[in-house]
């Protein structure tokens, strides 16, 4: 009778070890997310101030380019969009592509 209470009590002690790990590689999982959200963040946070300050130096305005994003999204034609997108790819230095003689884009 005292081994099978002995045998419980190792069962018992042996199910609460392997549910604690199960706990603690969860919470490693988590964490390990949390983190690689947060890195991911902050890199696009980064990324963001890189180009809004290579757009700045490039001397155009970044009130400018918000106030034609919003143009944009309410542009009701496709000529009004066409040129506030033009406006505001020669803002971005995007057209340059376009000069290029040489490339996958050259149309002729």
Partial sequence: NYSRWLAWIWVTVLLLMAQSLFVLWTMLMIG??????????????????WTSTVRWYRGGSIRRRVQLR????????????????????????????????SGIFNQQ
């Fill in 32 to 49: 390990s997310d949390i983190a690689m959200v947060s890195a991911v963040n902050i890199s696009a946070r980064g990324f963001y101030i």
């Fill in 70 to 101: 919003r143009l944009l999204r309410s542009a009701e034609t496709w000529g009004e969009w066409s040129a506030i997108a033009s406006e505001l790819d020669n803002l971005d230095g995007k057209s340059e592509w376009r000069d290029a003689p």
